[in-house]
């Protein structure tokens, strides 16, 4: 497994933008899908976003397309997660992720997370 630590979270008003960064070390993330979940007080934690090894290919959860960005410099063991257009509903704690796959019914899964970093959207 990989550490990974994430940061740039913090308080913004609907409308606002923030960018999460996710510093991976430890082991070979470069060649790992990477990617960002997010969990609300009382729900699961969700599937966010995914980006491949190569950075060619990038999943989104449709709350999200057309907001969000995700990204990722193998040179720096770094990835990224642009919000723009925050939403209330977007308030969570934002957690990065490293070798994401896909389970048999289709839904993204990971067992290598970061701590964590909660992102609250004022209305």
């Known amino acids: 497994q990989v550490q990974l630590v994430e940061s740039g979270g913090g308080l913004v008003q609907a409308g606002g933008s923030l960018r999460l960064s996710c510093a991976a070390s430890g082991g070979t993330s470069n060649r790992y899908t990477m990617g960002w979940f997010r969990q609300a007080p009382g729900k699961e934690r969700e599937f966010v976003a995914a980006?491949?090894?190569?950075?060619?290919?990038?999943y989104y959860t449709d709350s999200v397309k057309g907001r969000f960005t995700i990204s990722r410099d193998n040179a720096k063991n770094t990835i990224y997660l642009q919000m723009n257009a925050l939403k209330p509903e977007d308030t969570a704690v934002y957690y990065c992720?490293?070798?994401?796959?896909?389970?048999?019914?289709?839904?993204?899964?990971?067992?290598?997370w970061g701590q964590g970093t909660q992102v609250t959207v004022s209305s």
């Open positions: 992720a490293a070798n994401l796959r896909r389970t048999i019914t289709n839904k993204w899964t990971s067992g290598n």
């Open positions: 980006i491949v090894s190569n950075g060619g290919d990038k």
